[in-house]
């Protein structure tokens, strides 16, 4: 099946540093990535739409300039979040659709938690 | 505005059958999926519904109606790994898929 990778798991970092979070797809292209972010015991809240080749869609409260996503090709997708803060400490999940049908189901990354320090 | 309203916790025993309810109003929809999720893991898929009826896969079960703005998730003879975070998701125009809360499970012996 559909694989997507997420790199790091994990990361620690200190406030006021930048953290890049890798999404790959391993055996599909993605022409549509997906960035999630979840909170404890929330939701996952859906932040931006990456597209291959051209600026992400960003959710309305979603800052473009603080996280920062580049899909340079049709398996990778990078959010870059940006002079994090403790409030920037979460789970990020990116998904890519295999296809281009809307019921091929969303496949998920194993998520990155941050923290940060 | 997007609305997606799903129970906050169950419990249930093992071998028994839980049904897991999802009420939604939202602009667009392209579908609705079920996602398992365990405690820092990311979501599994489980289920997808896009017409009315029941679709059955093995011991889940996922219902729509789209008229009422309704689905359920069934899950028979529960096992203790069923304990999860259930989330029910609509599908939108653009491909994105907006998420409830979330319903965590919680299977006893």
């Known amino acids: 099946g559909a694989v997507v990778s997420q790199h790091p798991s994990w990361v620690i970092c200190k406030s006021g540093t930048s953290v890049k979070i890798e999404c790959r797809s391993l055996d599909f292209q993605a022409t549509t990535m997906f960035w999630y972010r979840q909170f404890p015991k929330q939701s996952l809240m859906l932040m931006a739409t990456s597209n291959e080749g051209s600026k992400a869609t960003y959710e309305q409260g979603v800052e473009k300039d603080k996280f920062l996503i580049n899909h340079a090709s049709l398996t990778l997708s990078t959010l870059t979040v940006t002079s994090a803060h403790p409030e920037d400490s979460s789970f990020y999940i990116c998904?890519?659709?295999?296809?281009?049908?809307?019921?091929?189901?969303?496949?998920f990354g194993n998520g990155t938690r941050l923290t940060v320090t | 505005g997007q609305n997606i309203d799903q129970p906050t916790e169950m419990t249930a025993t093992e071998g028994a059958i839980v049904q897991i309810n999802c009420t939604y109003q939202?602009?667009?929809?392209?579908?609705l999926f079920w996602y398992q999720q365990h405690a820092g893991e990311a979501p599994t898929f489980l289920s997808y519904?896009?017409?009315?009826g029941l679709e059955e896969k093995g011991r889940f079960s996922s219902f729509l109606s789209r008229s009422k703005g309704y689905s359920y998730l069934l899950l028979k003879e529960l096992q203790m790994k069923d304990s999860a975070s259930y989330l029910c998701a609509v599908g939108q125009a653009g491909t994105a898929l907006i998420f409830g809360k979330g319903t965590t499970l919680s299977v006893s012996s």
């Open positions: 998904s890519a659709r295999e296809g281009y049908s809307y019921n091929s189901p969303l496949h």
């Open positions: 519904n896009v017409l009315d």
């Open positions: 939202t602009s667009g929809f392209n579908g």
